[in-house]
């Protein structure tokens, strides 16, 4: 038994965060994780093992599609899945290493084991009780489950299931058209795997700005994705190593049936907070399943703090991790700070979607007077050279006074182009600030600027 000063539950990019400041801001800290690697979700099965095999795919689809444009010709690579995978799983490996160096550097202790709540100031990992005087609750969250649906990570696949399949499926049906859906949609479809998606609602990545999401789907469909729109999965029945997907449309309640390799479940993800002891504790939770926080990030019973994945909010790394370095910050007395309104997000397909702020619908459901700043990809020259012209940068700004109030972007190195944009909102920016920046030429970047430009007496190349 140790005592510590902070005790964080769960190594994920909220828990590693949390931790390293903790430690940074000379608390004694340990981390609890019942996983065999650090990282969480985000490094060993979400995030970065995603992005690895979005990126092999996407050189595979340059390969077979733009190579021979440019003058390079020759035999497209065939595709080694043994080895795709290993790349993913050395990519992994480094990372999640990266974390326990990261931890010893720190000082920090890894206890290695699932950790409970026993009651105030107490952490129990296997038979230990250790004593903290705060505990940073940090524990994630799991793959929603659908009525009628059985999981067995082989033929019926989580997310989790989907960046480990042992070969590649012929035929895939995707439920959901959501971010998982539809980026690892991309992956297979890259691969030659027949993918089908099937989304409840009539777009595709809910949330984000129509303008955005009919373009996206536009995108993908010519990318070879097919998509049934408007229909609700009933149930999967699986069938050896075959499964028939069971679906009805909203529009007629006609029923249908989908064959399939394999099935990806991908319908959202709900907050994991199973073994802890909440209950006992009197840890109060939303009648959604997450930890009821504070502004402070404080739950119901004092001492306890969470973060991330198992609070409210997007359930986004950036966001955990900001949240993580919050709470140190307010358990070693500073004021902690996220702000909720600039979290960024990024879908990494190609091309890569972006968002941050507030979507047109938002601000025409609060009354507020905006003006649109637009501007085609097919204008950027760099863009043009590099087969990348499809999509957009459209920013939105106060009518009245020219501050940014969001931007929705779709091209080339979208999820970079975003920052930009966060770190004007963060400065309270108007959008002529951006267009009187100089930007490098030639950038996708410019891009941005001349959609700043759209805000005020038009952009220079379209
Ligand atoms: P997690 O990362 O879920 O970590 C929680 C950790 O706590 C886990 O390791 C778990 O084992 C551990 N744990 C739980 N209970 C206990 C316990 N009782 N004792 C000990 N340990 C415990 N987000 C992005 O921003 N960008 C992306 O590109 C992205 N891609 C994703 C791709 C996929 C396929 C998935 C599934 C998710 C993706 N996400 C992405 C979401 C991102 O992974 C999560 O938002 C993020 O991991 C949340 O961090 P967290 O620290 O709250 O929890
Ligand atoms: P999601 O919430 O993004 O999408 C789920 C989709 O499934 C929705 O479009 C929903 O309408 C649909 N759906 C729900 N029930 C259905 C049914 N019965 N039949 C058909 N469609 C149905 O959830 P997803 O894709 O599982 O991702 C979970 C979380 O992981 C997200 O919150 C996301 O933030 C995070 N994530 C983030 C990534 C990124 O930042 N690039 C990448 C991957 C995941």
Not at 317 to 339: L, P, Q, R, S, Y
Request: glycine share 12%; net charge negative.
């Amino acid at each position: 038994m140790a005592n510590y000063d902070v005790i964080v539950i769960g190594s994920g990019p909220g828990g590693y965060v949390a931790a390293i400041r903790c430690a940074q801001l000379g608390l004694k800290t340990a981390c609890v994780e019942g996983r065999e690697t650090l990282g969480g979700t985000c490094l060993n099965v979400g995030c970065i093992p995603s992005k690895a095999l979005l990126h092999a795919s996407h050189q595979l689809h340059e390969a077979e599609h733009n190579f021979a444009k440019m003058g390079l010709k020759g035999k497209s690579p065939s595709v080694d899945w043994k080895q795709m995978l290993s790349y993913k799983d050395d990519v992994i490996g480094q990372n999640t290493k990266g974390i326990e160096f990261l931890f010893k550097k720190n000082k920090i202790d890894w206890l290695k084991g699932w950790g409970s709540i026993p009651e105030k100031g107490k952490v129990k990992v296997g038979d230990e009780v250790h004593e903290a005087k705060n505990i940073i609750i940090a524990t994630g969250s799991e793959a929603s489950s659908l009525p009628g649906v059985e999981v067995d990570e082989k033929t019926v696949v989580t997310s989790t299931g989907a960046l480990d399949l042992p070969k590649i499926p012929k035929k895939m049906v995707v439920i959901g058209a959501g971010v998982i859906g539809l980026e690892l949609g991309s992956v297979y479809t890259r691969l030659g795997t027949e993918v089908t998606v099937v989304e409840f609602l009539d777009h595709v990545t809910p949330g984000m700005d129509s303008e955005v999401q009919k373009q996206f789907q536009r995108l993908l469909r010519k990318q070879g994705l097919d998509f049934i729109m408007g229909a609700a999965v009933q149930s999967v029945e699986t069938l050896k190593t075959k499964a028939k997907v069971n679906y009805k449309l909203r529009k007629d309640d006609s029923e249908h049936t989908l064959d399939a390799d394999v099935v990806l479940v991908a319908t959202g993800r709900k907050s994991y907070t199973d073994g802890l002891g909440l209950d006992a504790l009197g840890v109060k939770l939303s009648d959604r399943g997450q930890i009821v926080i504070d502004e402070g990030w404080h739950t119901s019973v004092e001492g306890i703090y969470a973060i991330g994945d198992a609070v409210a909010g997007p359930m986004l790394a950036h966001k955990a991790e900001d949240e993580g370095m919050a709470a140190a910050e307010v358990i070693a007395g500073k004021h902690g700070h996220v702000n909720y309104d600039v979290i960024p997000s990024v879908i990494y397909t190609h091309p890569e979607v972006a968002a941050v702020g507030k979507t047109e619908g938002q601000l025409k459901e609060a009354g507020r007077a905006y003006k649109v700043g637009k501007f085609s990809f097919m204008g950027n020259g760099r863009a043009k050279a590099n087969f990348a012209g499809d999509g957009f940068v459209k920013l939105l700004a106060d009518k009245e006074t020219d501050r940014v109030l969001g931007a929705h972007i779709i091209g080339p190195a979208a999820g970079e182009l975003i920052h930009e944009i966060c770190v004007a909102m963060e400065f309270g920016a108007a959008a002529e600030d951006i267009a009187l920046t100089c930007h490098a030429h030639p950038t996708y970047s410019e891009a941005v600027r001349e959609a700043a430009l759209a805000c005020g007496d038009g952009p220079i190349h379209s």
